[in-house]
């Protein structure tokens, strides 16, 4: 194949990626009291959210159905992605490049889940209770709301990425167990850091509920880059 047949396939690649995320976001914005249910599950009762924009609440509904739609089109973009660009590897690197995309994938949803049933209801409780004065009371817009649940689902993500991350570098001999074993002390306060940055909150119960999975995570990849 030329270049241009190579730039005619990767044009189809995006425009079906695009088709795809648009079915998927308008069928996410069709099912509007599906998809905000689970938006606010993880919201208190006692916690009342507002909107102050006039077209607020119906940019936040095409926001929100824009992140459905590429969430459940990201399965179909990286199969697509992968089918473009299979024919220039080799089988062990096809291999590689499936178990890379795969676990990368399933380690991201697994921190946006840890996100979503853990750390931002308990994020939610106390920034949303937390007083300097009777006299303020607290009213979350509904954008403020939305945006601080995306802001910790993808850094908790891109967090549980690690064992990936780290599984790569030491294919390419960046990375060795030895040496993370020699740095752990080192990595357990740059785990702690790192969560406190995550949590805005400032109790150490909800530090610790972030620290030791992530921790954990580092326990894990070093098994991961040892094999």
């Given at each position: ?14 425009f ?23 938006i ?38 990286l ?26 994938y ?67 001999g ?14 357990i ?39």
């Open positions: 194949m030329t270049f241009w047949d190579h730039l005619d396939e990767l044009r189809g690649v995006i079906k990626s695009l088709l795809v995320t648009l079915v998927c976001m308008v069928v996410a914005f069709a099912f509007k009291e599906e998809v905000f249910a689970i606010l599950y993880p919201k208190d009762e006692s916690l009342q959210l507002i909107n102050t924009a006039v077209t607020g609440q119906f940019v936040t509904h095409m926001m929100v159905s824009f992140y459905a739609g590429l969430i459940a089109a990201m399965p179909y973009i199969y697509q992605l992968f089918h473009f660009i299979s024919p220039a590897l080799y089988q062990q690197e096809r291999r590689l490049a499936i178990r890379l995309v795969l676990s990368g399933v380690m991201f949803i697994v921190g946006v889940l840890f996100s979503y049933f853990v750390i931002f209801p308990f994020t939610l409780r106390f920034l949303g209770g937390y007083q300097v004065s009777e006299e303020v009371n607290n009213l979350i817009s509904l954008e403020s709301y939305i945006d601080t649940m995306v802001m910790l689902s993808l850094m908790l993500g891109v967090v549980f990425e690690m064992p990936v991350v780290s599984w790569l570098l030491g294919r390419f960046l990375l060795t167990a030895t040496r993370m074993r020699t740095y752990r002390r080192g990595a306060l740059g785990i702690v850091i790192v969560s406190a940055i995550i949590t805005p909150t400032s109790d150490a119960f909800t530090l610790l509920l972030v620290s030791v999975p992530v921790y954990l995570l580092y326990e894990i990849s070093i098994l991961v880059v040892r094999k």
